[in-house]
C-alpha cells in the first residue's frame, strides 16, 4: 500500500501565475479531502469529495480556488492567480468512507513569490 | 461553526515522563474524536480514536471523552523522544458526508 501520494511536493510560482496540485488516494477508499496548513491557521478544511462527488467545499476560497475529482484515482486543487498568501502546506488525504480515519499524504508545500 | 481549541500550544516532558494534552470543542452534536501525531516534514498519522465518554488505552496512550463537558484529552504515558511532533484532536458531527475539524495543535518535546 503505496499511501496517499501528493505531487508535487513543492513548487514556488510567481504572483499572479496558476498552480494545480495532484492527489493520488488510497485505492479503494471513496472519499478524499483537501486541507490547508499554515503556521498562523493551522490545519483548515477547504473540500471533499465522496465516491468523485463533491460534498463540501465550505472551507474554499469562493473566486480562485477549484478542486476536481475526474476518476476514483485522482483529485487536483488549481489555485488560479496566486497571492502570496496562498503560501501553505496543502494536504490531501483519503479514507474508506466519511467517519472513517483520514490517511494523509506528505502534502504540496506551495510558495508565492 | 465548530471551534476546536487546544492546550498547552506547546509543552516540553522529560524522558519517561507523562504528556497530558487537552482540547475542548464547541458544537454539542460532535460524536467522533481522533487524536493525529505529525512529525516535521509528514503529513498528520491518527494515533486513536475514542467515540463513548470514558478512557480508551491504546499502549502508552490514554485517551479521555466528557461530551457533556465538551473536552477530551490525551495522555502519554513513559514519554520518548520520538514522540515529539505536533499533536492535534480533530472531530467531527458524524453521518455521511461529515467532515474532520483539526484543533489548533500542542507542539510536544520530549528531552532526552
Known amino acids: 500500500n503505496a499511501g496517499v501520494i501528493q505531487t508535487p511536493r513543492h513548487k514556488v510560482t510567481g504572483k499572479g501565475q496558476e498552480a494545480t496540485l495532484w492527489c493520488e488516494p488510497i485505492s479503494g477508499h471513496s472519499a478524499v479531502f483537501w486541507y490547508r496548513q499554515t503556521i498562523v491557521q493551522g490545519l483548515e478544511f477547504l473540500t471533499y469529495?465522496?465516491?468523485?462527488?463533491?460534498?463540501?467545499d465550505s472551507g474554499m476560497p469562493k473566486e480562485r480556488f477549484s478542486a476536481q475529482m475526474p476518476n476514483q484515482s485522482h483529485s487536483t486543487l488549481k489555485i488560479q492567480s496566486t497571492q502570496p498568501q496562498d503560501s501553505a502546506v496543502y494536504l490531501c488525504a483519503s479514507s474508506r468512507d466519511t467517519g472513517n480515519t483520514l490517511y494523509f499524504g506528505e502534502g504540496s508545500r506551495l510558495i508565492v513569490v | 461553526q465548530q471551534k476546536v481549541q487546544q492546550s498547552p500550544e506547546s509543552l516540553i516532558v522529560p524522558e519517561g515522563g507523562m504528556a497530558s494534552l487537552n482540547c475542548t470543542f464547541s458544537d454539542r452534536n460532535s460524536q467522533y474524536f481522533w487524536w493525529y501525531r505529525q512529525h516535521s516534514g509528514e503529513g498528520p498519522k491518527a494515533l486513536m480514536s475514542i467515540f463513548s465518554n470514558g478512557d480508551k488505552k491504546e499502549g502508552r496512550f490514554t485517551a479521555h471523552l466528557n461530551k457533556a463537558s465538551l473536552y477530551v484529552s490525551l495522555h502519554i504515558k513513559d514519554s520518548q523522544p520520538s514522540d515529539s511532533a505536533l499533536y492535534f484532536c480533530?472531530?467531527?458531527?458524524?453521518?455521511?458526508?461529515?467532515?474532520?475539524?483539526f484543533g489548533t495543535g500542542t507542539l510536544l518535546s520530549v528531552k532526552p
Open positions: 469529495f465522496r465516491n468523485q462527488a463533491p460534498i463540501d
Open positions: 480533530a472531530v467531527s458531527k458524524g453521518g455521511s458526508g461529515n467532515k474532520l475539524i
